[in-house]
T-cell receptor, first 114, second 113 residues
Framework: DSGVTQTPKHLITATGQRVTLRCSPR?????VYWYQQSLDQGLQFLIQ???????AKGNILERFSAQQFPDLHSELNLSSLELGDSALYFC?????????????FGPGTRLTVL | QQQVKQSPQSLIVQKGGISIINCAYE??????FPWYQQFPGKGPALLIA?????SEKKEGRFTISFNKSAKQFSLHIMDSQPGDSATYFC????????????FGTGTKLQVIP
């Protein structure tokens, strides 16, 4: 158990809908990262937050948005969902900068868009 | 320049054999090279990592070999076991700061009895 929690574990929805994925980082970790993993694909970096501020952006679609709240949990919002958005979405957290470079991954949320 | 190229995409190894996965990078600013292991239905977990000041790091049956001049690094799994069957991702980042990790595309390893 990495200490990173993600909810829900599974999500089934229809095209055009909007969903919110939630992530709670490990205690003490200030950075949160979101990744998308499609079937048999690698990890695509979406976005990173540090202590509430956006720090890096990857291949995140305009239909997707995220935020990190004062209690450090993060939410990834996916809107106008398409079939191709079906994937595993992972959240990872890491300790404060200059301490360690390890990222700790949550168990993921499996999103199925029908 | 941010890419990390990983090969092979899949690998089948006999139990007791050596599994070798290779990665190459372009960005010379990368100075932290972790390998993550992912079992089906689980999130990736750090397996072993290396920094470019050493050419090899060994932890149990897992060894990273690093070639700074060639900008390549590889994971060797000695005495491969069926329990090692998983997907392995190499990665690279610039250590410290607000590090953003670039992942390879993954290698699906199957160790057959």
């Amino acid at each position: 158990d990495s200490g990173v929690t993600q909810t829900p574990k599974h999500l089934i929805t229809a095209t055009g809908q909007r969903v919110t994925l939630r992530c709670s980082p490990r205690s003490g970790d200030l950075s949160v990262y979101w990744y998308q993993q499609s079937l048999d694909q690698g990890l695509q970096f979406l976005i990173q937050y540090y202590n509430g501020e956006e720090r890096a952006k990857g291949n995140i679609l305009e239909r997707f948005s995220a935020q990190q709240f004062p209690d450090l949990h993060s939410e990834l919002n996916l809107s106008s969902l398409e079939l191709g958005d079906s994937a595993l979405y992972f959240c990872a957290s890491s300790p404060p900068p200059w301490s360690t470079d390890t990222q700790y991954f949550g168990p993921g949320t499996r999103l199925t868009v029908l | 320049q941010q890419q990390v190229k990983q090969s092979p995409q899949s690998l089948i190894v006999q139990k007791g054999g050596i599994s070798i996965i290779n990665c190459a990078y372009e960005n010379t600013a990368f100075d932290y090279f972790p390998w993550y292991q992912q079992f089906p239905g689980k999130g990736p977990a750090l397996l072993i990592a290396i920094r470019p000041d050493v050419s090899e790091k060994k932890e149990g049956r897992f060894t990273i070999s690093f070639n700074k001049s060639a900008k390549q690094f590889s994971l060797h799994i000695m005495d491969s076991q069926p329990g090692d069957s998983a997907t392995y991702f190499c990665a690279a980042s610039v250590s410290g700061g607000y590090q953003k990790v670039t992942f390879g595309t993954g290698t699906k390893l199957q160790v057959i009895p």
